[in-house]
């Protein structure tokens, strides 16, 4: 295990996972319109079956809400 | 009579601009936008919910042949959480629009006007189409068109107050000072339908609203008054307005009336 941070918390995910599978670790259905940033850079989309999580990788994951 | 509504060369059907925020329901949301045939609503970047508790997606709700989304950064306060989120909202919805927030104090949501030009060169240069909601303020205005805004936004009052436009004068100067280069859309403060139809007789060219709508107690027919009103005040700022006048002008001829008479001498 590795720890990470998303969305603000620390938690520990398996060693070599793609962001697309942390992503369904994580519940997220890959199809919502998503962004996710990994220590503050944007991942393109394209990029998420084939980028690893790294131990202490800070990630965002975010989608659209109500807003003004 | 009326030259369309184009921002950054791109033609929108409506002046009127919504949010997509405090709606009591998405479906309620929904019923608003199409009373008020908006064309463009504004969408925040938040983070997911990892709980598993949220809900249906607030775009599931919005018909997006009709309705451009502008992503907003609402909620920063610093250029780089506002960069760091218009890259977030162009990465999730494809789109180079941004609305972009800068704000300088959590009390009165009032923007930051050093960071709002910061931000707002940055995003020019990436190839943002910023829309740059600002104060009222004429030289910052011309200071953001020169680094490359697409669309100056000056409150009207602080965001949510529904006070409406505070300083006509201004946002008339905004306008002034900008025309020709940029479209000027007031964003925030607006209360009801009148403030929409004072701002559009200022001649600026459209007004972004958010909580007018979504908390009237009946949100969907304050959707189509505000609709309607944005369409009366830009007709009757086009019409051109007679000048104001201290004195008094009969609209009934003064002659013919039927005699004796006798008026009072002045």
């Given at each position: 295990?590795?720890p990470?941070?998303?969305?603000?918390?620390?938690?520990?995910?398996?060693d070599?996972l793609?962001?697309?599978?942390?992503?369904?670790?994580?519940?997220i259905?890959?199809?919502?319109?998503?962004?996710?940033?990994?220590?503050?850079?944007v991942?393109?989309?394209?990029?998420?079956?084939?980028?690893?999580?790294?131990?202490?990788?800070?990630?965002?994951?975010?989608?659209?809400?109500?807003?003004g | 009579?009326?030259?369309?509504?184009?921002?950054?060369?791109?033609?929108f059907?409506?002046?009127?601009l919504?949010g997509?925020?405090?709606?009591?329901?998405?479906?309620e949301?929904?019923?608003?936008?199409?009373?008020?045939?908006?064309?463009?609503?504004?969408?925040?970047?938040?983070?997911?919910?990892?709980?598993?508790?949220?809900?249906p997606?607030?775009?599931?709700y919005?018909?997006?042949?009709?309705?451009?989304?502008l992503p907003?950064?609402?909620?920063?306060?610093?250029?780089?959480?506002?960069?760091?989120?218009?890259?977030?909202?162009r990465?999730?919805?494809s789109?180079?629009?941004v609305?972009?927030?800068?704000?300088?104090d959590?009390?009165?949501?009032?923007?930051?006007?050093?960071?709002?030009?910061?931000?707002s060169?940055?995003?020019a240069?990436e190839?943002?189409?910023?829309m740059?909601?600002?104060?009222?303020?004429?030289?910052?205005?011309?200071?953001?068109?020169?680094?490359?805004?697409a669309?100056?936004?000056?409150?009207?009052?602080?965001?949510?107050?529904?006070?409406?436009?505070?300083?006509?004068?201004?946002?008339?100067?905004?306008?002034?000072?900008?025309?020709?280069?940029?479209?000027?859309?007031?964003?925030?403060g607006?209360?009801?339908?009148?403030?929409?139809?004072?701002?559009?007789?200022?001649?600026v060219?459209?007004?972004?609203?958010?909580?007018?709508v979504?908390?009237?107690?009946?949100?969907?027919?304050?959707?189509?008054?505000?609709?309607?009103?944005c369409?009366a005040?830009?007709?009757?700022?086009?019409?051109?307005?007679?000048?104001?006048?201290?004195?008094?002008?009969?609209?009934?001829?003064?002659?013919g009336?039927?005699?004796?008479?006798?008026?009072?001498?002045?």
């Open positions: 295990m590795i990470i941070t998303v969305n603000g918390t620390p938690r520990d995910v398996d070599g793609t962001v697309a599978s942390l992503l369904s670790q994580l519940g259905p890959e199809q919502m319109a998503l962004a996710i940033e990994r220590n503050r850079s991942l393109p989309r394209s990029t998420w079956p084939e980028v690893k999580v790294g131990a202490g990788d800070v990630f965002e994951v975010v989608s659209l809400v109500g807003g | 009579m009326s030259l369309p509504f184009k921002i950054a060369g791109v033609e059907q409506s002046r009127l919504l997509t925020g405090k709606y009591r329901s998405h479906e949301m929904r019923a608003c936008h199409e009373a008020s045939k908006t064309s463009m609503v504004t969408v925040a970047v938040r983070r997911v919910d990892l709980t598993g508790k949220s809900g997606s607030i775009l599931d919005i018909d997006r042949a009709k309705i451009s989304l907003n950064t609402a909620g920063c306060y610093t250029v780089e959480d506002a960069v760091r989120t218009a890259h977030l909202g990465e999730a919805l789109t180079p629009w609305k972009l927030e800068v704000l300088g959590p009390v009165t949501l009032l923007p930051d006007p050093i960071g709002t030009l910061e931000a060169a940055i995003l240069r190839g943002f189409i910023v740059a909601y600002t104060s009222d303020d004429p030289i910052l205005a011309r200071r953001l068109v020169d680094v490359g805004v669309a100056v936004m000056p409150a009207g009052s602080p965001i949510g107050s529904g006070l409406g436009i505070l300083n006509p004068l201004n946002i008339r100067l905004v306008r002034d000072t900008v025309a020709g280069r940029v479209p000027v859309i007031v964003d925030a607006v209360g009801t339908a009148s403030d929409v139809a004072i701002a559009m007789e200022l001649g060219d459209g007004v972004l609203l958010n909580t007018a979504a908390l009237a107690s009946d949100s969907v027919s304050m959707a189509r008054a505000m609709g309607l009103a369409e005040g830009r007709m009757a700022f086009l019409a051109g307005r007679i000048a104001r006048s201290t004195a008094a002008s009969p609209s009934s001829p003064t002659t009336t039927i005699g004796p008479t006798s008026k009072p001498s002045p």
